[in-house]
């Protein structure tokens, strides 16, 4: 069984940094590590995923402040986040690609504030 455990969210004034961890346990072969978030009233939206091999992609959003980063040897995900605005506000979700099946976490809150 996996389990996808995320943690690092918290209050943080606009222009400030925040580093979201996820870890993913149990015997899996990831292919894609990223990160989600949802805001209220909002659709769930992709910010940066991370291929295997090492190749990011990011939401024009937060390009240039975002960089996100893989441990293929600890089934690990990592997220900073800089220069944070307002509208970064939300829920962040992991998101753990393997063969055949997509692992989520349970979501870490971030908030901005201005």
């Known amino acids: 069984q996996v389990h996808v455990v995320e943690s690092g969210g918290g209050l943080v004034q606009a222009g400030g940094s925040l580093r979201l961890s996820c870890a993913a346990s149990?015997?899996?072969?990831?292919?894609?590590m990223g990160w989600y978030r949802q805001a209220p009233g909002l659709l769930r939206e992709l910010v940066a995923t991370?291929?295997?091999?090492?190749?990011?992609t990011y939401a024009d959003s937060v390009k240039g402040r975002f960089a996100i980063s893989g441990d293929n040897a600890k089934n690990t995900v990592y997220l900073q986040m800089n220069s944070l605005k307002p509208e970064d506000t939300a829920v962040y979700y992991c998101?753990?690609?393997?063969?055949?099946?997509?692992?989520w976490g349970q979501g870490t809150q971030v908030t901005v504030s201005s």
């Open positions: 991370i291929t295997r091999d090492g190749t990011p």
């Open positions: 998101q753990i690609t393997a063969v055949l099946t997509t692992y």
């Open positions: 149990g015997s899996i072969f990831i292919s894609t």
